[in-house]
């Protein structure tokens, strides 16, 4: 009985579609529908979704059918976005998400062309995503709507100026305080980063390939203190409170050898000796095998 239902419900449903087809133009393949006659089609689809119940499979014909025949906006508006480094085929999925957007919230009274209203969404759904994905590195959105105003802030300013703009400056400009036009700088830095592996050709270059790993810092022997912070912190509880001062003054706040000589009150080669010292103890005793 189950199974006679369940057949009677499905046909009841197709149906229900096929009565809903037959009061529309039929459209073998909505994706191949020109643009101009999509404008005519989608206000008549849109009329008969407008007396459909949300849920229902004629519904969805309607709804889909319209998401289909639409398409070449979606496809025009990503068109504009080529080459900022993902896929077209990316870009047409992101905005097809504000095609669906704008045909739920769409309707016949506001006495405005499907086309118009539906761009807006689209185009915003694709910048939401550039915005969102693009940065190297992440940062809280309110630092990348910064971003775009300091950059407008600076060259509005250099342009009436004659010269780059100070902090000062861009403060008053953008009614901010001078550190979050810094913060706002250091969020600029976040938004493309280049691999440590990027090809370079040096001036003067004769032969081989040099990359961006290459020219970039200098190795830090003080790094090995990080290598296993888990064997590292029994060592370090063992030092003296003074020894502990000073492995904090140089790898946690990170102060100069003079900075730290002048918290101590002795010279900075004697703050070199000391750290050399408390560095090969630390490093014999991460060699030991009874070091966790």
Known sequence: MAAVSAARATATADEAVRTTEAELPLIDDPTKVSPKDARELS?????????LEEGTHEYQYVRNTLIEMNLSLVRYAASRFRGRGDSLEDIVQVGTIGLIKAI??????????????????IVGEIKRFFRDTSWAVHVPRRLQEAR??????????????GRTPT???????????EEEVIEARKAANCYNSSSLDAALTPTGAEDGETVLADVLGEEDPSLELVEDFHSLAPLIAQLDERERRIIHMRFVEELTQSQIAGHLGVSQMHVSRLIS????RLRVGLLE????
């Not at 206000?43 to 007396?51: G, S, V």
């Open 277 to 280: 010292r408390i560095i090969k």
């Open 43 to 51: 206000r008549q689809f849109f009329d008969r979704l407008a007396t």
């Open 104 to 121: 739920d919230r769409f309707e016949l009274t506001r006495e405005v062309e499907f086309t118009t209203f539906a761009v807006p969404y």
């Open 148 to 161: 775009v105003e300091l950059a407008k802030a600076t060259d509005e300013l250099r342009s009436r100026l």
């Open 289 to 292: 095998p009874d070091v966790a």
């Open 167 to 177: 902090t000062r400056e861009l403060s008053e400009l953008m009614q901010l305080s």
